[in-house]
């Protein structure tokens, strides 16, 4: 068992690095021949910063947008957030402070990630148009996190797992090392799910996460009266 | 698609205007008129007629100002007007009357 | 849910709601379809003129064409998650109640098919991530759904990762045009631009008698000879309008008043016959060869007359063009004098000019209106005016509260970035697709009507032709007149007293200076 976990987890992180740079790669090399940002936008780079930061970091549109998926989106990754800084515990040795600092409010994020799932979960099913744009793969991609966030929860309140252990499994992987892994039957759900996560992230829609970075509405900047822009094979049709 | 017109067939395109303008006659004029539920009286064939005028110079149609100005000169204040025009040709003087008077049918934001 | 108005004049009150959700009405849109492109619409523009025989083929290649030649194409097509924050933002949905209407709905029309063939999950397990094979079904739902989008970006200004259905839905009808399905309006019209000049077929000799008739006009008004001079070289200034200024109501109004304005200044300027319109089809299909084709007729027609500037007439896709695309397509604009924005907006102009003191008006020439201001979507979202961030917004509603005594406001929810569509934009301003651009215009018309209710409120002024063509049209169908649409620059000018004016009333009335504060 260790043996499969430990080999699924190299795969997984191999898939979710290559696939991801890959598609990071193809996003960054691919040309945004006009300029489209969606107006008002910022003048300057500094000002692109900013409002991408608002994006980023408080959902700026989603906001403006619609207040119920705002809360239960922010809640889940918000939540998320706090709760991956906290699992950084289990990869390093010594802990770094802020880890420390971070984990009281990584157990009560379980909370919010997990209700912010159900929240999302429930209005896929309970609003007519969003069932209406539903496919099985968004139901499963909720009902995936829902399960990560279940079987966490479990170990953390319920039924404890020998996180030592775990975390000597962890920290061998990083080492090239196979050591034991407890056989905790939450435990294995948990981090079999993960690892599908891993897997299927670039290739299924959790590709929003870099996506937005390379969002030509959002990252360019209004100077097209002043600054020429012009995609390479486009400057071929002036030849 | 096409009009029947005393025993000739006269073709036409998906919204009625006739494909090929030198088939136009005052005859035919009257059957698209018909399709179009326009009763035509001499204050139709006015306009009618000033936009054949105007196309046989100009190759388009005047803009709407130009043929209520020449409607304004011939039939007096109270019917050279916008809304006047509308009455006379209820889905607009620009494409209705064009499509009676045998022209093509203005193109883009109008 | 309409609102209750506790405070109404006469007692409390229903008001409707302009961004009301409807009812899912799934399919009920799905028989509209503009007429398709006859052979040589289509040939003229480099498609095929006929559905090829191998088009499937010939398509799917050009998704993955567009996908590694378009960052915006690819990144949303993959980024979205189907969190539902645009399903209620699109105009076309919120009057058809059509599912499909739904902004990430209509990307998915694509977006499935891209799935299908370009992405491992599509390819190995479609039923689970709703791909699905490019049957002619699809292509048919294809013609139907991206001729319902008006690419009024709306739902790009509410989406978490800026996805723009306006790039989606070009990008399908330029995959149309290439496998030889193309839309009769905009490809027909696209044809004559670039043979003629303009959108309208409007010959040089028609353009010069329509613009003489117009100068007799304004003599006749004001007593003033005001020049609309063509092909004038040597000018400082080359106005580039849509040709439904040329012709259409209210369109025409405006004209006169950029005429009166450039007048006023005293600036030297021209229209071109060669270039005579502002409207640039190729932006609704997508087609960046086309585009760029229709944008150049404007750089050579500013190089032959030699002129210092460019100003842009009242235009909304045009503008868009112009302000964020123009410098790409058809740039660089070296020749022209740099102390001014290349291109610049008759708005921008006019503002200049009233914030230097050089246009004195009377407003209360505009007293029997009532007016409200409608952003045109592309002018909102697609561009800007002025220096800063929002100056699309503000220079209008200044140039009109300076010329205007009764201004109001309508609701902040459809307005500025989250402006409606008047609902014919896009290429969709065709007689053959009216059910779907009256739908499309009803969330705009309630939010007239709130204010027509709140404070009797009359007229709305636009600067986009296709705004002032689709409401005239549209309007009497919810109560308004005809003519209760108008031009910004219509407005202008019938406030404005040129120097040498003969006023109708004696006495002269009080001036008011145009920079003063205006009412709101």
Redesign the interface.
Known sequence: MSTLYALLFYFATIMLVVGLGL?IA??AR???????P??????TRSGVFWRMSR?VLV?E??F???KW?WVF?YMFHVGLALVLLRHFRYFIEPIWFWVNWVQPFGIYASFALLIGLLG?LV??IV????R???????Y?MLLLLIGIALSGMNMKFLAPTDIVAVKVFFLGLLRLQINELPTSASLLVHLGLVATLMI?FP???L??GP??F?????YQV?N??E?????P??AE?EK | MSYEVNGATIEHDEEGYITTLSDWTKDLADVIAKAEEVDMNSEHWEVVNFLRDYYEEYQIAPAVRVLIKAVKKSMGPEKGNNKYMYELFPYGPAKQACKIAGLPKPTGCV | MAILDMDGEDGPKFIPDPLK?P??ACDSMADSAPYPAYPEHNMKLGFPGELLDNWQEVAIAKIGDL??????F???L????????????CHYFLGSGD?KN?P??RQ?LLRSVYRRYY???GKYFP????ARDLTREVLDEWYSYYHQCSQC?RC?????????TA?ISMAAREIMDTVGIGQKYCNEIIGKALEIGNNLGLQEKALRATLEDLEEDIEDETGVSVRIPVDEKGADILLITPSADFFAEPHIDGLIGYAKVFHQAGVSWTVSSYASEAANFGLFIGS??NM?DLALRIRRAAEDLGVKRIVFGECGHAWRVA???L??LA??FDFLDQNY???QHILEFTWDQIERGNLKFDKTKNDHLRLTYHDSCNV?????MGD???G??EIPRNVIKAVCNNYFEMDRDTTK?STLCCGGGGGLLTDDLMDIRVKGASPRMTALQQVTQDHGVTHMAAICAICKTQFAKVMPKFGYERDSILSVHQLVSNAILLDGQITDDAPVPELEMANEEGTS
Not at chain 1, 30 to 36: E, N, R, V
Not at chain 3, 380 to 384: D, E, H, P, Q
């Open positions: 598609r193809k996003y691919t040309p945004a021949p006009l300029k489209i969606t107006m008002p936008a910022p003048t994006e959902f549109s989603l403006k947008s619609n998926i989106g999302l209005r896929r609003v007519e148009r969003i209406y744009i539903s496919s099985p793969s968004d499963l299927i290739i299924s829609k590709l929003h996506g937005i390379f969002s030509p509405t959002r209004d097209s009266r600054k020429r822009h012009l995609a094979w486009a049709l | 959700i009812k899912l996908a590694s030649k378009n960052r915006a690819q990144v949303y993959d980024a979205c998650v189907k969190c539902g924050a645009c399903t209620d933002k599912p739904m990430v709905a998915d992405t491992f999950a039923w689970l991530v709703g970006r790009s200004v509410f989406c978490p990762y800026g996805i723009d790039e960046y060869e760029r302000y964020s695309f410098n790409t740039g660089p924005p290349i291109p909102a979202r697609g561009s800007r800063k961030p929002g699309q917004f970035e």
